[in-house]
């Protein structure tokens, strides 16, 4: 089997970087699922355009997650894909930071790994088949003032992929990371114009990245050609960190 029919189902995908990776999958010819989480305008408005069916469910919640992906399973056929690029931020310095930010974060950001996760992996195992790719940061890899709980977060991400990616390999199997760097989203719209100078100034390439050119990588990750490929981080940060 190709590409061409798999089903592919993109946690965050109605707008940003889940956006543009649901339309690249879609063009690639899978069969694309997106959710989200109170983003009813943008979730309209993404159906409407791409006409691929739009999931509404909190990552956070493992029963939510079960239930969700048996009704994209009852819809659409079994996951063959398994994007998990849903994601949130409460930045604020350690020092000040609120136990409630903190697990928000973590809730969202790691949690949501085993609860997308944890539903398609049996079936992914007894087919034979099944490409994960789990979105992290440069930020988990390099750091940065004011975001502990997402660096940890998504460290943690990193740590999930290389270990699922050995129990995974026999049974056909790849999981992946993407480390993107700053790219144009609603996220980093907020960041003030002063603090996105001086990130812009360390960038190599002097530039965000485009949505498009992160979704890129997730597709490659995704698709067949690349089965020789787990427990990789493929960074995509305009040379901002370098390993």
């Avoid at 969202?108 to 049996?122: C, E, K, Q, R, Y």
């Avoid at 960038?203 to 979704?215: C, F, Q, S, T, W």
Wanted: proline share 3%; hydrophobic share 45%; with cysteine.
């Amino acid at each position: 089997m190709s590409d061409a029919g798999r089903v592919a189902l993109v946690s965050g995908g109605v707008r940003g970087l889940g956006a543009a990776m649901c339309r690249q999958l879609h063009a690639r010819g899978f069969r694309v699922a997106a959710t989200h989480l109170h983003a009813d305008e943008a979730a309209a408005a993404f159906a409407r355009e791409t006409d691929l069916p739009v999931y509404e469910w909190d990552v956070s919640d493992p029963d939510a997650c079960a239930q969700g992906i048996r009704n994209v399973e009852n819809d659409l056929g079994p996951v063959d894909v398994l994007v998990n690029n849903a994601g949130t931020n409460a930045d604020r310095m350690f020092h000040k930071m609120t136990h409630a930010e903190w697990d928000k974060v973590i809730r969202v950001d790691l949690g949501s790994m085993f609860n997308m996760t944890h539903p398609v992996i049996a079936g992914m195992r007894e087919r034979g088949y099944g490409r994960i790719v789990n979105v992290s940061s440069v930020n988990a890899q390099k750091g940065q003032m004011g975001q502990t709980n997402y660096c940890a977060a998504k460290a943690g991400v990193l740590g999930f992929t290389r270990a699922l990616a050995l129990e995974s390999a026999a049974k056909g199997i790849t999981v992946n990371a993407v480390a993107p760097g700053y790219a144009d989203t609603r996220m980093v719209e907020a960041v003030p114009e002063k603090v996105m100078k001086q990130i812009l100034g360390q960038v190599p390439v002097g530039r965000l990245a485009a949505p498009e050119e992160i979704a890129r990588c997730v597709t490659f990750l995704a698709g067949e050609d690349a089965g020789f490929i787990t427990g990789a981080t493929l960074s995509a940060n305009g040379g901002l960190y370098m390993i």
